[in-house]
């Protein structure tokens, strides 16, 4: 008996609705179909692949849970729907395109595909809902493209081998999507709607830099923000830490760092621990600098304050034990007392006022 002879589809022979749990290889499925029936494949032990015609629509929650043999399988253009749990459990699942077109993807669907290591997903999908790709653990790579709005709990916890992520402006809304990501160490995220990120990468314990697109009125690292942080830096008394620039500094960045004319406002804890910084120069449209700015910049060797300035918040400076000389402008007219905490090698002068002529 063949393959298809254990195939059974509906009178119209639009839907599979069960294949035999006998059947191994290679699966056809005839021209023509639409859909496959919720449980269809589930616990086929012995598929190997499955070659989909271009009519294809749908296929139904739970369809190949459980086909621990299944290596590769088509999409074609044209599937809109994936129900829940459609590939759970597919542990010998290797690649998956997901078709431009699809716009649902069910919870669970790709859960415990263990040997998946790559995923492309279509820009017409709006969510990835929860525990999609939980505990995919072989993950190496995920392009979430521009169109995604919501990642749900759990989405690629215990996704271990995934290292690099960026996320995009269509992104609003995040849940504990990234828990125990245990390889995650970089995160890009351009949505300027998401506010909280903490939650989303709990237990990535190696994640040491997460980026943020933000506004250029203010100056944070060539307007990205540095907004979470595994060692959080002291709490202020406004914002826990508004932005953070940990270790090191992204490529586009130098050990020299101007800041723009059109940046009206450093934020603060901008360059905290921004261990490779060693100049900065503050243009005087910049009144204040504000807290803990250039904190812990322990190789920061030179900085330039030109008039204008008029504030140095508290522990603006703290820790920078390289800084050896600092001429301040005339124009400063506060100097908190701890701004230059522990800069035990610093030699402050002060600008003298110019003399107008009478």
Not at 66 to 77: A, D, Q, V, W
Not at 236 to 245: I, N
Request: with cysteine; net charge neutral.
């Amino acid at each position: 008996m063949t393959a298809n002879n254990k195939l059974i589809y509906s009178i119209d022979g639009k839907v599979l609705i069960k294949c035999d749990t006998s059947v191994g290889g290679e699966v056809k499925l005839k021209n023509g179909i639409e859909g496959i029936y919720q449980d269809a494949f589930m616990n086929c032990l012995k598929i190997e692949s499955v070659v989909m015609p271009d009519s294809m629509r749908r296929i139904g929650s739970r369809a190949f849970q459980g086909c621990e043999s299944l290596k590769s399988i088509n999409l074609p253009e044209g599937i809109d729907y994936i129900g829940d749990c459609a590939f759970k459990g597919c542990g010998s699942l290797f690649n998956v395109s997901l078709p431009e077109g699809l716009n649902h993807l069910g919870k669970s669907a790709f859960e415990d595909c263990n040997a998946l290591r790559y995923v492309k997903l279509p820009t017409s999908l709006k969510e990835l809902k929860d525990r999609t790709f939980y505990h995919a653990i072989m993950l190496q790579e995920i392009e979430i493209p521009e169109g995604v709005e919501i990642i749900g709990n759990l989405c690629f916890c215990w996704c271990v081998w995934l290292k690099k992520l960026i996320l995009p402006s269509s992104l609003h809304e995040i849940g504990a999507a990234f828990t125990d990501c245990e390889s995650l160490s970089e995160v890009i995220v351009y949505s300027d709607s998401i506010l909280e990120l903490n939650k989303a990468f709990k237990g990535c314990n190696k994640l040491e830099t997460v980026w943020k697109r933000i506004r250029v009125n203010t100056y944070v690292n060539k307007d990205w923000e540095h907004i979470w942080s595994r060692s959080k830096p002291p709490r202020t008394k406004t914002k826990p830490y508004a932005c953070v620039c940990r270790k090191t500094l992204p490529s586009y960045l130098s050990y020299t760092t101007i800041i723009p004319m059109h940046i009206k406002e450093i934020a603060h804890h901008t360059f905290y621990k921004c261990t490779i910084l060693e100049k900065i120069e503050i243009h005087g449209g910049i009144a204040v600098i504000p807290e803990y700015a250039f904190a812990e910049c322990t190789k920061l060797k030179e900085v330039i304050i030109h008039e204008g300035v008029e504030k140095i918040g508290e522990y603006a400076f703290q820790g920078c034990r390289n800084l050896t000389r600092l001429e301040l402008p005339a124009s400063i007219k506060e100097v908190s007392e701890n701004a230059f905490a522990g800069c035990d090698n610093l030699r402050l002068t002060y600008k003298s006022q110019p003399v107008e002529d009478k």
